[in-house]
């Protein structure tokens, strides 16, 4: 198949096997990438499905301004979720987490205010993450572009999911297993849905919130013998993590 741009659109914006494109689509493939009434592209809808679209006019138009051609059959999800809990670290490091975590196959990211946490974001701030999130899933060929939930506290934060799946709380001190190991059950073909796994802020997380993860259920675990930025560790979480569910 040619290579075809690829955008991120909402469910919503189909409607009868026709696309309704933002105005700030619009001005993006007619505007930046000069496409023309008859030229095709890839939508990924954000829920597990591309479709291919063509244009049927010249941008900007009226609505509807696409229609679906087909469907491309593409698998680019991990087999299981990942859900990233992370304590914000300072200035806009969160966005290069949100930017590497989503090329590596993150499903949720859930950012956390904890005891050792600076940051505390504005609404643009949640937007522009939300936005780096989508364009990371139309560049790494996603086919779920991660949610990313709004700031909570660390005990929200880690009480948000079930228990019912395999939980760890990363800790750069302490005599802790390290999650390579913690996960060798999953190349012996026990490979759980779900995953969920906590970065802490610079500085490490306080005891208390160590205790207070164990206590519903999460395990700690070792990134390995260094210690790790808070920037550096989710990236280097899911990609053991990542590395490992490949093998299997």
């Known amino acids: ?7 991120a659109i ?7 096997q026709h696309l309704y494109l933002t105005a700030e689509q619009q001005h993006y493939l007619g505007r930046v990438l000069r496409l023309k009434q008859g030229d095709r592209f890839i939508i990924i ?7 291919i679209a063509e244009l049927l006019v010249n941008l900007p138009a009226s609505s509807p301004q696409a229609k679906l051609i087909e469907i491309v059959s593409i698998q680019t999800e991990l087999p299981i979720e990942i859900i ?14 949100v930017r590497c975590c989503t090329e590596l196959g993150v499903t949720q990211f859930i950012p956390v205010i904890s005891k050792r946490t600076v940051l505390k974001p504005s609404s643009q701030k949640l937007e522009r993450w939300r ?5 990371s899933a139309e560049q790494s060929e996603r086919q779920i572009v991660p949610t990313i939930f709004d700031p909570v506290s660390f005990k929200l934060g880690v009480e948000k999911n079930n228990q019912s799946c395999h939980q760890y709380i990363c800790e750069g001190r302490g005599n802790y297993q390290s999650l390579t190991q913690e996960l060798i059950s999953i190349e012996t073909g026990k490979i759980p849905n779900k995953i969920i796994i906590a ?14 993860a164990i206590g519903i259920g999460f395990q700690p675990v070792s990134l390995g013998k260094r210690i790790l930025r808070a920037i550096t560790a989710p990236i280097v979480a899911v990609s053991q993590i990542v590395g490992i ?4």
């Open 1 to 7: 198949m040619v290579q075809l741009q690829r955008i």
């Open 10 to 16: 909402a469910p919503e914006q189909l409607q009868n």
């Open 45 to 51: 809808e954000g829920q597990g499905q591309w479709w």
């Open 84 to 97: 990233l809990i992370v304590s914000l670290p300072k200035a806009d490091g969160f966005e290069e987490i």
């Open 131 to 135: 936005r780096i999130a989508t364009e």
């Open 199 to 212: 970065t802490g802020p610079e500085g490490g997380w306080t005891e208390a919130e160590i205790q207070d």
């Open 245 to 248: 569910i490949e093998k299997t």
